[in-house]
Every structure is written in structure tokens, then in C-alpha cells.
């Protein structure tokens, strides 16, 4: 399984970016798929999630900002990410989890950076 983000980029405080997260075969097989991120000396954290049956959660610093949606059809999940602020500056990842919450495969990530 290959999971391949890509998207981010620089951008001004206040401005969007969407990033996607392109899975090689079916994204119906995984329970949940999620959006990471890390900021350099920190721990990852994670974002959002959205799982088979559409249900989303968001961490609560970006709930009303950011929206999590999937389209089977490309077996692509997206993150698009609204009014950014300067701490949503890290290295975005996806990952899939087969069963449960855990992720079972990765993504690499790719770098949001939000200039204030």
C-alpha cells in the first residue's frame, strides 16, 4: 500500500491550502484515514481523521478551519485547510489504519508553511 501527500506549500496567514492524499488501490479497506502533522522537535500529532463511513473528527485547534473529506471513486482523501494561522506551520502526513484507530501505513509528508 502506497499513500502519497502532496499539496502544501507556502502561504500567508489567513490563506487555504488543500492537501491530498492519494492511496494505491481501494481506500475502503482502511477503517479510518487520518491527517498528521509535525512540527520540528515536537511530537507528531494528529489532525483529522474521516473513516468508511464518512464520520470525521478534527483536533481542537483546527475545528471550524479545517474539513476532512474522501472521494472513493480516486481513492483520495483531502484536508482542506482554512484561515491558517502560523502554528499550523509542519510536515503534513497521512495515514490509513486498517482496523481500529492506529495507523497501519504511512504517507510522506509534505511541508505547510504559513507566513505571518
Known amino acids: 500500500v502506497q499513500l502519497q501527500a502532496f499539496g502544501g506549500g507556502l502561504v500567508q496567514a489567513g490563506g487555504y491550502l488543500r492537501l491530498s492524499c492519494a492511496a494505491s488501490?481501494?481506500?475502503?479497506?482502511?477503517?479510518?484515514m487520518h491527517w498528521y502533522r509535525q512540527i520540528p522537535g515536537k511530537a507528531r500529532e494528529t489532525v483529522a481523521g474521516?473513516?468508511?463511513?464518512?464520520?470525521?473528527y478534527y483536533t481542537d485547534s483546527v475545528k471550524g478551519r479545517f474539513t476532512i473529506s474522501r472521494d472513493n471513486a480516486k481513492n483520495t482523501v483531502y484536508l482542506q485547510m482554512d484561515s491558517l494561522k502560523a502554528e499550523d506551520t509542519a510536515v503534513y502526513y497521512c495515514?490509513?489504519?486498517?482496523?481500529?484507530?492506529?495507523?497501519?501505513?504511512w504517507g510522506q509528508g509534505t511541508l505547510v508553511t504559513v507566513s505571518s
Open positions: 474521516i473513516t468508511s463511513s464518512g464520520t470525521t
Open positions: 488501490g481501494s481506500i475502503f479497506r482502511f477503517n479510518i
Open positions: 495515514a490509513a489504519a486498517v482496523g481500529g484507530w492506529s495507523p497501519t501505513y
